[in-house]
């Protein structure tokens, strides 16, 4: 499959731990932020989103947290197990943007260690 | 929900040869379709996107070309290929009408390989 992973910072993280991905965004203005989860040689995978208007948002074992005043993203993965290994990155819609585009990050390869 | 399929999933093509990669959605109607490129290691790259039926909008100017012939039916393709036309090519959807209308859904990828 296609190597996504190459000379990504790289985050090992024992099984049953928690993990974080950190994802630090350009633009003051953007609205809304979304995290993928990337397996190899696989399409993105929707994880979860949140706009600007909100802190924090939680699914199934997945918190977003937001904070504005330093343009930081960060994703928590509860109780991490292998099948969350996978290369995971976050996007930002600038306001305005037009047909809703997105701005990717390079991303982040998470490694789970049983 | 709506589901993306991509077709072929892996290609190898000769340099200089035609390029035809199909994208349809099952699921909804009227989406916005786009098509990014993603390089090994680095971000998706936009290359275009559509609104509707024969609207296309380019990002990045290229040998590549876009069309959307049906509503659900997104095609990109090239009359001559490069080697730097090598990557993995993503279709994704979105869809108004939500709670979260900005998110986009991939489909599963063609990893093309030009030599």
């Known amino acids: 499959g296609e190597s996504v992973g190459l000379h990504l910072p790289t985050l090992s993280v024992q099984e049953g731990d928690n993990s974080i991905i950190n994802c630090a965004y350009s633009?003051?203005?953007?609205?809304?932020f979304i995290w993928y989860k990337q397996e190899s040689g696989k399409g993105p995978q929707f994880i979860i989103d949140i706009r600007s208007n909100m802190d924090k948002r939680q699914g199934q074992r997945v918190t977003v947290l937001l904070n504005k005043t330093v343009k930081h993203l960060s994703l928590q993965i509860a109780a991490t197990q292998p099948g969350d290994s996978a290369v995971y990155f976050c996007a930002e819609k600038k306001s305005g943007a037009g047909s809703y585009q997105l701005t990717f990050g390079k991303g982040t390869k998470l490694s789970v260690i049983p | 929900s709506q589901t993306i399929h991509q077709w072929p999933a892996t290609l190898v093509q000769p340099v200089g040869s035609p390029l035809s990669l199909e994208c349809t959605v099952e699921g909804t109607s009227n989406p916005n379709l786009y098509w990014y490129r993603q390089a090994a290691g680095r971000g998706l790259q936009l290359l275009f996107y559509?609104?509707?039926?024969?609207?296309i909008s380019s990002e990045v100017p290229q040998n590549l070309s876009a069309s959307r012939p049906q509503d659900r039916q997104f095609i990109l393709s090239s009359k001559k290929l490069l080697l730097s036309d090598s990557g993995f090519y993503l279709c994704?959807?979105?869809?108004?009408?939500?709670?979260?209308?900005?998110?986009?859904?991939f489909g599963p990828g063609t990893r093309l390989l030009v030599l």
């Open positions: 994704a959807c979105r869809t108004s009408g939500t709670s979260f209308p900005e998110t986009q859904y």
């Open positions: 633009n003051s203005a953007s609205d809304y």
């Open positions: 559509s609104v509707g039926i024969g609207q």
